[in-house]
């Protein structure tokens, strides 16, 4: 396991809010989307975190804020002992080599004008890695070579890929630097079962090659528990539950953890039919307005079922913190029980 | 919810008859063909189904398998240029070639839809009340508008909307994602339609509210005893709430059998692959996934034979020759491959035949790419 050693990646207090603009002529801010609000996580090397969460939740946005793409409001990241919030453009240029982003959309994130080469180039030519022109071919057949993609076709454009294979052309893009990081956004959300299999299992054999650590960000809980070495839960800009893999599908202990797995369909008649289902009612609230206390309460079949009224007092009011729930497990609620449900 | 089932009696004006003989929907050779700049698109290529009554029938397949297009063409939806040629019957009632007029008396009423999308199958600029009290009159001109008012809070708070009385007067943009789509199941339930064909009703929406939705979906199929036709590509929704599974491959039905048929005993190696290709939610252990190599093939100009060979692992020069039909394995179990034996034999178990091959169709001129390490962590 890796809990002993120093993280690569140390997240603290991360914030990103966006201000909301009133109408009218002078345009003031009126409150925020708090998007991201007080995200503490790690990554340590060599292991590959899941961050999963619904529509809205702030995943993504955290991927953006840590690679500072979309600069943080608030709070710290740290990689390799070096602060990266409030860095410049320059100055995170030396960085970006270390940490790289592969991104959901395979369709938006190729320049349709650029040939595979080029694309998988530029990053090399950006950052002066090869000597001569010999060098860059080489280097660049060998990582398109390593995301299991022809050499031969290097010159086509990336409309003539197809989606799974123009996801590795981002892969290989994104390795091209020889990164420590990948934080990867939704790698497999936008193709078919059949491709995707294959992107994971290539995603898993680079990890292992080459050392990588990951920030696997996604939706779909099954690929997160194929992938992830430990599983981070969040909800509305928070985190609620860490947890190694198993840990948290076999013993969660935050109510909508338990709702979550409890959600999704498995594919499998007899014990999809047998499952007692977990159903919580209503729509995630705005960000931009979260409930007071703890910001699950709304929607948490634990508040409206098994609680108390003096029980819901500190829901209301208090907003729960990570506490231990066990080796390495944390979970966010004052009412956390660790209950199996798949 | 005491008011559900008496929201739904109202609307049964007289109980139709039911031949169990006539299935409810009989669908038959039905062909589409698209004509584009590239040539003619040949999206679905016959496509047989029956539909009896109370049944949930699950169409899965990938993007551009024909699924959804198979639905348009049943409901009379595709563009005029479409090609459409088969059958399809509703009762015995022949839907291809209706006019547009005649296809309104069944659309709402006998069969009814719900689309993937509910912002934009819902019109932004009425308020929902009135787009269910419009469904609701114009399968039944008669009823007065305080009826069809009253009909339309009742069919909301059916769906589990809140405060239904009052929020028939909010507008769609009023409603998130799940609760739009809630309004929209109101809708295709208004007119208490014997088949209910929901197209991805749920893939736009986050898990926690697909399973709201689907528990709605199959309260209201318990409350009106209609049929469904389910289309996704949700693996696991087909497995908890079909009780037949049709397959989708490059525009044909490729397998079709019971429910437990399909997840356990699949005879077809692209099911078989299909399923093997899933990571599991359940499965504590890091088992390696087994991809399917290569792509689906493009539906403009198809080779002969079959359209799963150049991506089948069982694949012999015979299977290059003629495009298989559906072959009877028993118990009204039916696979389009001529090896059906050996896919049986793999009893799901897709390792079985599948090798990890993690390359994509570019690459099968490559050597495999060079010795790569199991993942093997934890």
Same mark, same amino acid.
């Given at each position: 396991?890796?809990?002993?050693?120093?993280?690569?990646?140390?997240?603290?207090?991360?914030?990103?809010?966006?201000?909301?603009?009133?109408?009218?002529?002078?345009?003031?801010?009126?409150?925020?989307?708090?998007?991201?609000?007080?995200? +503490?996580?790690?990554?340590?090397?060599?292991?590959?975190?899941?961050?999963?969460?619904?529509?809205?939740?702030?995943?993504?946005?955290?991927?953006?804020?840590?690679?500072?793409?979309?600069?943080?409001?608030?709070?710290?990241?740290?990689?390799?002992?070096?602060?990266?919030?409030?860095?410049?453009?320059?100055?995170?240029?030396?960085?970006?080599?270390?940490?790289?982003?592969?991104?959901? +959309?395979?369709?938006?994130?190729?320049?349709?004008?650029?040939?595979?080469?080029?694309?998988?180039?530029?990053?090399?030519?950006?950052?002066?890695?090869?000597?001569?022109?010999?060098?860059?071919?080489?280097?660049?057949?060998?990582?398109?070579?390593?995301?299991?993609?022809?050499?031969?076709?290097?010159?086509?454009?990336?409309?003539?890929?197809?989606?799974?294979?123009?996801?590795?052309?981002?892969?290989?893009?994104?390795?091209?630097?020889?990164?420590?990081? /990948?934080?990867?956004?939704?790698?497999?959300?936008?193709?078919?079962?059949?491709?995707?299999?294959?992107?994971?299992?290539? /995603?898993?054999?680079?990890?292992?090659?080459?050392?990588?650590?990951?920030?696997?960000?996604?939706?779909?809980?099954?690929?997160?528990?194929?992938?992830?070495?430990?599983?981070?839960?969040?909800?509305?800009?928070?985190?609620?539950?860490?947890?190694?893999?198993?840990?948290?599908?076999?013993?969660?202990?935050?109510?909508?953890?338990?709702?979550?797995?409890?959600?999704?369909?498995?594919?499998?008649?007899?014990?999809?039919?047998?499952?007692?289902?977990?159903?919580?009612?209503? +729509?995630?609230?705005?960000?931009?307005?979260?409930?007071?206390?703890?910001?699950?309460?709304?929607?948490?079949?634990?508040?409206?079922?098994?609680?108390? +009224?003096?029980?819901?007092?500190?829901?209301?009011?208090?907003?729960? /913190?990570?506490?231990?729930?066990?080796?390495?497990?944390?979970?966010?609620?004052?009412?956390?029980?660790?209950?199996?449900?798949? | 919810?005491?008011?559900?089932?008496?929201?739904?009696?109202?609307?049964?004006?007289?109980?139709?008859?039911?031949?169990?003989?006539?299935?409810?929907?009989?669908?038959?050779?039905?062909? @589409?063909?698209?004509?584009?700049?590239?040539?003619?698109?040949?999206?679905?290529?016959?496509?047989?189904?029956?539909?009896?009554?109370?049944?949930?029938?699950?169409?899965?397949?990938?993007?551009?398998?024909?699924?959804?297009?198979?639905?348009?063409?049943?409901?009379?939806?595709?563009?005029?240029?479409?090609?459409?040629?088969?059958?399809?019957?509703?009762?015995?009632?022949?839907?291809?070639?209706?006019?547009?007029?005649?296809?309104?008396?069944?659309?709402?009423?006998?069969?009814?839809?719900?689309?993937?999308?509910?912002?934009?199958?819902?019109?932004?600029?009425?308020?929902?009340?009135?787009?269910?009290?419009?469904?609701?009159?114009?399968?039944?001109?008669?009823?007065?508008?305080?009826?069809?008012?009253?009909?339309?809070?009742?069919?909301?708070?059916?769906?589990?909307?809140?405060?239904?009385?009052?929020?028939?007067?909010?507008?769609?943009?009023?409603?998130?994602?799940? !609760?739009?789509?809630?309004?929209?199941?109101?809708?295709?339930?208004?007119?208490?339609?014997? @088949?209910?064909?929901?197209?991805?009703?749920?893939?736009?929406?986050?898990?926690?509210?697909?399973?709201?939705?689907?528990?709605?979906?199959?309260?209201?199929?318990?409350?009106?005893?209609?049929?469904?036709?389910?289309?996704?590509?949700?693996?696991?929704?087909?497995?908890?709430?079909?009780?037949?599974?049709?397959?989708?491959?490059?525009?044909?039905?490729?397998?079709?059998?019971?429910?437990?048929?399909?997840?356990?005993?699949?005879? !077809?190696?692209?099911?078989?692959?299909?399923?093997?290709?899933?990571?599991?939610?359940?499965?504590?252990?890091?088992?390696?996934?087994?991809?399917?190599?290569?792509?689906?093939?493009?539906?403009?100009?198809?080779?002969?034979?079959?359209?799963?060979?150049?991506?089948?692992?069982?694949?012999?020069?015979?299977?290059?020759?003629?495009?298989?039909?559906?072959?009877? @394995?028993?118990?009204?179990?039916?696979?389009?491959?001529?090896?059906?034996?050996?896919?049986?034999?793999?009893?799901?178990?897709?390792?079985?035949?599948?090798?990890?091959?993690?390359?994509?169709? @570019?690459?099968?001129?490559?050597?495999?790419?060079?010795?790569?390490?199991?993942?093997?962590?934890?």
């Amino acid at each position: 396991m890796t809990a002993t050693r120093e993280p690569i990646l140390s997240v603290r207090g991360l914030e990103k809010h966006f201000p909301i603009k009133g109408g009218g002529l002078i345009k003031r801010t009126v409150g925020a989307v708090r998007a991201v609000d007080g995200l +503490d996580l790690d990554l340590y090397p060599g292991e590959v975190l899941g961050l999963v969460g619904e529509s809205g939740c702030g995943k993504s946005t955290t991927g953006r804020a840590i690679l500072n793409l979309q600069p943080a409001t608030g709070g710290s990241v740290v990689f390799q002992g070096r602060e990266i919030v409030g860095l410049g453009r320059k100055e995170m240029r030396p960085l970006r080599r270390d940490i790289q982003i592969v991104f959901q +959309d395979p369709y938006a994130s190729l320049n349709p004008r650029l040939p595979v080469f080029d694309i998988v180039a530029e990053p090399l030519i950006i950052h002066g890695l090869t000597k001569d022109e010999a060098e860059l071919r080489e280097r660049v057949r060998t990582l398109v070579e390593t995301v299991g993609l022809n050499p031969e076709h290097t010159n086509r454009y990336p409309a003539e890929f197809s989606g799974g294979q123009r996801q590795r052309i981002g892969i290989a893009r994104a390795l091209a630097l020889e990164p420590k990081v /990948l934080v990867l956004d939704e790698p497999v959300s936008a193709l078919d079962v059949s491709i995707q299999a294959g992107v994971i299992n290539l /995603l898993e054999d680079l990890k292992e090659r080459l050392g990588l650590s990951y920030l696997f960000i996604a939706h779909d809980l099954s690929v997160v528990r194929h992938i992830s070495d430990r599983v981070a839960v969040m909800y509305l800009g928070k985190i609620i539950e860490v947890a190694p893999r198993d840990e948290l599908f076999d013993r969660p202990t935050h109510p909508y953890t338990q709702a979550l797995l409890s959600a999704i369909p498995l594919p499998d008649p007899r014990l999809e039919r047998s499952r007692q289902r977990i159903i919580i009612t209503g +729509d995630v609230p705005s960000p931009a307005n979260p409930p007071s206390g703890c910001r699950f309460r709304t929607r948490c079949q634990k508040f409206a079922g098994e609680l108390t +009224d003096t029980q819901r007092e500190k829901c209301l009011t208090v907003e729960p /913190l990570l506490e231990s729930r066990g080796e390495g497990h944390t979970s966010a609620c004052h009412y956390a029980e660790a209950t199996k449900v798949l | 919810m005491s008011t559900s089932s008496g929201a739904l009696e109202q609307g049964r004006t007289q109980a139709r008859p039911v031949d169990p003989d006539v299935p409810l929907l009989a669908v038959e050779d039905l062909n @589409v063909r698209f004509p584009t700049e590239d040539g003619l698109v040949h999206a679905v290529r016959g496509v047989d189904y029956t539909l009896r009554s109370g049944e949930v029938l699950g169409i899965v397949g990938e993007s551009g398998s024909g699924k959804s297009v198979t639905s348009l063409a049943v409901m009379g939806l595709l563009p005029g240029s479409a090609r459409v040629s088969g059958s399809v019957r509703y009762r015995g009632q022949e839907l291809l070639g209706q006019s547009d007029r005649a296809m309104s008396r069944v659309r709402g009423k006998g069969v009814s839809m719900i689309f993937q999308d509910p912002m934009t199958s819902l019109d932004p600029v009425y308020r929902v009340g009135f787009q269910i009290e419009e469904t609701l009159r114009a399968h039944d001109p008669k009823l007065s508008s305080k009826a069809a008012q009253a009909r339309a809070a009742d069919l909301l708070a059916m769906v589990g909307i809140p405060n239904a009385a009052e929020r028939v007067r909010s507008y769609p943009h009023e409603f998130s994602g799940g !609760m739009r789509q809630r309004v929209v199941i109101a809708i295709a339930m208004a007119n208490q339609p014997d @088949v209910i064909i929901a197209d991805e009703p749920t893939t736009a929406l986050d898990v926690t509210v697909q399973a709201q939705i689907l528990e709605v979906l199959q309260k209201a199929l318990s409350e009106t005893g209609a049929a469904m036709v389910l289309i996704t590509h949700d693996l696991g929704v087909v497995a908890g709430i079909a009780d037949r599974v049709l397959v989708m491959y490059a525009g044909r039905p490729v397998e079709i059998g019971a429910v437990e048929d399909i997840y356990y005993e699949p005879r !077809m190696p692209y099911t078989l692959g299909l399923l093997g290709s899933l990571p599991r939610l359940d499965a504590s252990t890091k088992q390696r996934l087994t991809p399917i190599k290569g792509s689906p093939p493009s539906v403009v100009n198809m080779p002969p034979g079959c359209p799963f060979a150049p991506r089948c692992p069982l694949h012999v020069a015979e299977c290059d020759v003629v495009e298989p039909e559906l072959l009877d @394995v028993g118990g009204g179990h039916t696979a389009a491959c001529i090896r059906v034996d050996e896919v049986g034999k793999a009893h799901g178990e897709a390792s079985a035949l599948f090798d990890e091959t993690a390359d994509d169709a @570019v690459l099968a001129s490559q050597p495999d790419p060079a010795t790569t390490p199991e993942g093997a962590t934890s």
